[in-house]
């Protein structure tokens, strides 16, 4: 299936999101580019990362978890990089980044656990998920301080 799709699409920046999702649910290699651009490319906000947010399986995994709750933001795609080795080894590739946890923001890679606590620290976070239509609860919380 992926051979088809590969053939019969030259350009992959043509792909739909759409196609992008079909890419991905067929691709036998869950760690090729295809494949993960099916779960980042229009999508908010993803994390990769061990373990899942109600059950995150390494410090740096719960801090960026424990950073998106402080935010309020309680709806994002996560991918638990333990339950499939290709994924883990495939998103450090795709990204040019060697760690796990992973965040994506509207397709884009913005970093690990470091640089999501200096984005949350600075209040770059805040602007970040503005620009993709999320609300943080810091901007409600400095609303009733007003």
């Known amino acids: 299936m992926m051979n088809i799709l590969r053939k019969s699409i030259p350009n992959r920046q043509s792909l739909s999101a759409f196609s992008r999702i079909l890419v991905a649910r067929y691709s036998e290699n869950t760690g ?75 397709g884009e890679f913005v970093g690990g656990c470091d640089l999501m606590l200096e984005m949350h620290k600075n209040g770059e976070l805040v602007d970040e998920l503005q620009k993709v239509g999320i609300k943080s609860a810091l901007l409600d919380k400095k609303d009733e301080g007003s």
Request: proline share 5%; charged share 25%.
């Open 32 to 106: 090729s580019k295809e494949y993960i651009d099916g779960l980042v490319k229009d999508k908010k906000l993803v994390v990769f990362m061990k373990g899942t947010p109600a059950a995150p399986k390494c410090g740096f995994s719960n801090a960026v978890v424990q950073i998106l709750d402080f935010h309020g933001v309680k709806q994002y795609d996560s991918f638990n990089v333990l339950e499939d080795e290709d994924l883990r080894q495939g998103i450090k590739e795709y990204s040019n980044w060697p760690t796990i946890p992973q965040v994506f923001i509207d």
